[in-house]
């Protein structure tokens, strides 16, 4: 495992424009990031850099560019180089299939999340109601999460949005692998809460987060690509 995770890492170097196609996802992302903290500003008087974690859930072509990795790793034989960020509206396309297939599985824990939120504002007894529907909602989101990168496999290879939100289904494709996904999934899960303390440092965070995330959402797909594939 720890050697194909290796492999999954070095993967996007190896592209012969690695560097302009990772300058492209992290650049389009850092825009993105500038858009949405502008937007808050300018409605709420106040700098949210929380802003920035929206920017990167609506990087279509970035997501697009992960789905058409996840799709090279998933092939047999596996291609051996990253995609190209052209055309750009088939990108966006795929990027939006991947927002939607990811708010299916993630719909349900987030409103959880945000009910508890609302709660804690309000203070006083409901706040440790509050609390509870939060830890509640991220359980939720992380055990929710860990069934989408089958599930993506599974679309893929079906062709049907209904492989990809069969819970039965997935869960049997999953426990052929089960060992390998689950220190890849642990692996990846990981590696975003080390990229969000590094996005937390003051300015420098916030210019290098766009790259590091896309970074990493590229090296997870292929990781997660080849997995799938065995099964």
């Not at 349900?108 to 909602?137: C, D, E, Q, T």
């Not at 069934?147 to 819970?167: K, N």
Request: hydrophobic fraction near 60%; glycine fraction near 12%; charged fraction near 10%.
């Amino acid at each position: 495992m720890l050697n194909r995770a290796a492999k999954a890492l070095v993967f996007p170097l190896e592209d012969r424009s690695w560097a302009p196609k990772i300058a492209i996802g992290g650049g389009v992302g850092l825009l993105l990031q500038a858009l949405f903290v502008g937007l808050g500003f300018l409605f709420t008087r106040e700098f949210a850099p929380a802003g920035s974690l929206l920017a990167q859930a609506a990087n279509f072509p970035a997501l697009g560019f992960a789905l058409a990795t996840f799709q090279g790793a998933l092939a047999i034989p596996q291609t051996d180089s990253l995609p190209g960020w052209r055309p750009w509206a088939s990108l966006c396309v795929k990027g939006l299939l991947l927002f939607a297939l990811a708010m299916a599985y993630e719909t349900v824990p987030l409103l959880f999340v945000v009910s508890g939120f609302s709660l804690l504002v309000k203070g006083g007894a409901k706040l440790v109601l509050g609390i509870a529907l939060i830890m509640v909602g991220m359980l939720a989101g992380i055990t929710a999460g860990f069934f989408l990168p089958m599930g993506i496999a599974r679309y893929l290879s079906e062709r049907r949005l209904e492989a990809a939100l069969h819970p039965a289904i997935v869960w049997l494709r999953i426990r052929k692998v089960l060992a390998e996904y689950v220190e890849a999934y642990l692996l990846t899960l990981g590696s975003f809460i080390v990229a969000g303390l590094i996005g937390a440092i003051p300015v420098l965070g916030l210019l290098v987060w766009p790259f590091l995330t896309f970074y990493l959402l590229v090296a997870g797909a292929r990781l997660f690509g080849g997995i799938c594939s065995d099964t």
